[in-house]
């Protein structure tokens, strides 16, 4: 088994350890978990095994990243903090969506979030982003346009451009797209 091995010294200075300095996995895996095990058994009898083996875990970089608070943390930083958890152990205890630690201020937008609507699950929020190029109602013009003009005139991007004016705005691709959302295609003409 672990030969030499006296829990009153340092692990480093064990016989084990410097026998496995080779570069094998296997001997480097057992390595870690006597370690592991070195650790537990010499930590302060007054924690737990749970937070023993919490504290051993790695810990995420503190760096600021830009990866943002998925639901399930939101929801895991209100349920903390209405048990009265105070915020620099909410922060050690939730992980961003990269599993780094977020930022008090990060804590605190989202407790004034949950304080300012209660019925708030933590969901992203939908806001942002440009607005539709064209909205519903021109949409239905386009549509209109083309039932309109179906048999009298060959009606192409260009020709919807040049009769509906909020079209001039936005290029040919848009109002292709446009048209396919509609679930209209291109028709050859018949002869």
């Known amino acids: 088994m672990l030969k030499g091995c006296r829990w009153g010294k340092r692990f480093s200075e064990t016989p084990l350890f410097q ?14 978990l006597y370690h592991i095990a070195y650790v537990i ?8 095994l749970g937070s023993r083996l919490r ?17 399930f943390a939101r929801g895991a930083i209100c349920a903390l903090a209405d048990e009265g958890v105070e915020r620099a152990e909410i922060q050690k205890k939730v992980n961003k969506k990269d599993g780094t630690r977020p930022h008090i201020r990060a804590i605190d937008a989202v407790l004034a979030k949950k304080r300012e609507d209660p019925e708030w699950r933590g969901q992203d929020s939908q806001a942002g982003g440009r607005p539709r190029a064209p909205t519903d109602a021109q949409q239905r ?3 209109a346009l083309v039932f309109k003009n179906r048999g009298r005139a ?29 679930g ?8």
């Open 19 to 32: 026998e496995t300095r080779l570069q094998n996995c296997w001997w480097s895996v057992i390595r870690q």
């Open 41 to 48: 058994l010499t930590r302060s009898r007054g924690q737990s």
């Open 55 to 71: 504290s051993l875990q790695p810990q995420a970089p503190s760096a600021m990243t830009s990866a943002r608070l998925d639901a």
């Open 141 to 143: 013009q386009l549509v």
């Open 154 to 182: 060959v009606v192409t991007t260009a020709f919807c451009k040049r009769r509906l004016r909020f079209l001039q705005k936005v290029c040919s691709q848009t109002v292709c797209n446009a048209l396919q959302a509609a």
């Open 184 to 191: 209209l295609k291109w028709l050859h003409r018949r002869r």
